[in-house]
């Protein structure tokens, strides 16, 4: 898995980042290395990288910030790195979607050893991802499901996107109001459940309804066994 692998590394101190850069790529990662936090997720975006090693503490916009941004369009594993210890469910919580993380000071060996387990993790996870039977067409805004249409809203085709991406994945209203609404509007919880409830109704009028509430945290789709 690590051959071949792209590790981008968004770090500001030159030692850290060289340490990890000489490290990874001793274990044959292809590397990037970034020293500022502008601009990081238009970078992912134009060379989508593998995975992430993300400084929490970056001048330009801060590392927390960027996860939040790379999470609206990219699954991809990222880990973050942080000398605030009493913030790592913060970190790790779902609403930022961080997948692993790593306190300074570290060893670089573990680093390596924690890059290659999320990617290990999202390889296994792709693998068992089932092919469902809804069909979306991004141009024309067309949902279907088994061959139904759907008469969805441009909101609700995304966010039925979002959810079918990942199968079983739980996402945060916050990580669903940065997918539906790319303008970062400030929408509040209660449009997002509602425009959850409008879509599951529009489900169940063809005779599904795969989208769960996981109380207290967000919405998921689990297309039952069978179906797939």
């Known amino acids: 898995m690590s051959s071949n692998a ?7 101190e030159p030692k850290i980042a060289a340490l990890l850069r000489d490290y990874l790529r001793a274990a044959n990662f292809r590397v990037s290395v970034l020293d500022n936090g502008t601009g990081v997720a238009d970078w992912v975006r134009g060379h989508v990288p593998d995975a992430i090693l993300l400084d929490v503490m970056l001048p330009g916009e801060d590392g927390l910030s960027i996860c939040r941004s790379v999470r609206s369009f990219s699954d991809l594993p990222i880990l973050l790195i942080t000398a605030r ?3 790592i ?6 609403e930022l979607g961080a997948d692993d993380y790593i306190c300074k000071p570290f060893s670089p060996r573990e680093v390596v050893a924690r890059v290659k387990a999320v990617l290990r993790r999202a390889k296994a996870q792709a693998s ?7 069909g979306l067409d991004e141009q024309r805004f067309e949902a279907r499901v088994r061959g139904r249409p759907l008469n969805l809203t441009p909101v609700e085709f995304r966010l039925l996107g979002k959810l079918v991406d990942q199968p079983g994945r739980v996402f945060s209203r916050q990580q669903l109001m940065d997918a539906l609404y790319r303008d970062h509007r400030v929408v509040s919880d209660r449009t997002i459940d509602s425009h959850v409830k409008n879509l599951r109704r529009k489900l169940s009028d063809v005779g599904f309804d795969p989208i769960a509430s996981v109380y207290g945290v967000g919405y998921r789709l689990e297309w039952p066994d069978g179906e797939a």
């Open 85 to 87: 210890v009493e913030e």
């Open 6 to 12: 792209h590790v981008l590394v968004v770090e500001d």
């Open 89 to 94: 469910d913060r970190l790790l919580g779902l």
């Open 128 to 134: 068992s991802t089932p092919v469902l039977p809804i």
